[in-house]
């Protein structure tokens, strides 16, 4: 099993920031990218961005420019810095790790959810 604790989330004015940071523990065999998706109030989950163990990294368009998604591999953990943060960023961030078990076969594990609130 593979454990994910995420932290980092709160309540923002418009223009603000915050930084997301979610830790893998447990039996992490190989870790083939881990990421950020987020659900708003009435919507279905979206990718935020993911990045993969070469740091390769992909983006939702509508956060390009503005979030960072960067990991420690030593340490298992991956962050995501928001700038500019806007109210239709309010939303639940789920943090997001994909095991390799073999090539072409993955395991997608997913975190407790950590709210961003972003008002005046």
Do not use: H
Request: aromatic share 10%; proline share 2%.
């Amino acid at each position: 099993q593979v454990q994910l604790v995420e932290s980092g989330g709160g309540l923002v004015q418009p223009g603000g920031s915050l930084r997301l940071s979610c830790a893998a523990s447990g039996s992490i065999v190989s870790i083939y990218a881990m990421g950020w998706y987020r659900q708003a109030l009435g919507k279905q989950r979206e990718l935020v961005a993911t990045i993969t163990s070469g740091s390769s990294t992909n983006y939702a368009d509508s956060v390009k420019g503005r979030f960072t998604v960067s990991r420690d591999n030593a340490k298992n953990t991956v962050y995501l810095q928001m700038n500019s943060l806007k109210p239709e960023d309010t939303a639940v961030y789920y943090c997001n790790t994909r095991l390799q078990i073999r090539p072409g076969m993955f395991v997608d594990y997913w975190g407790q959810g950590t709210q961003v609130t972003v008002s005046s």
